[in-house]
């Protein structure tokens, strides 16, 4: 099934925002990937997924998104979640996603905790 996806970046103060928007599945991973080389050569060490347009998340795109963690890991990037939808929160939290990184209600939250 082919899904449209898009996902933008932005910045505040010296945080990268990762906004996808749509399904996250196999066809998110090179839009993903590519915004999260963009981070990565930014010099930013800190990162917040906001969710607040992603509609699902399928067993692939739960993959991709531990991928990406992993790589922030490795390169110091310390990272956050925002607008998560309920289910989306259990199961970030039954898969392990959450132990990563920190999850908030919303956007502000999540940038007023990085200090």
């Known amino acids: 099934m082919s899904t449209v996806f898009s996902v933008q970046m932005k910045e505040k103060n010296g945080i990268s925002i ?3 928007n749509g399904y996250i ?3 998110s991973q090179e839009g993903l990937e590519q915004v999260f080389e963009k981070v990565k050569a930014s010099g930013n060490t800190k990162m917040l997924f ?17 991928y990406l963690l992993q790589e922030s890991m490795n390169s110091g990037i ?6 998560l939808s309920r289910i989306n929160q ?5 898969i392990g996603i959450d ?6 209600h919303d ?5 007023a905790s990085f200090g």
């Open 18 to 20: 990762i906004i996808p």
């Open 25 to 27: 599945d196999a066809e």
């Open 50 to 66: 906001n969710f607040s347009e992603t509609k699902k998340i399928n067993s692939t795109g739960m993959s991709l998104i531990l």
């Open 78 to 83: 310390k990272v956050h979640f925002s607008n």
């Open 90 to 94: 259990k199961l970030f939290s039954m």
């Open 99 to 104: 132990e990563f990184g920190e999850m908030f």
């Open 107 to 111: 956007e502000a939250d999540a940038l």
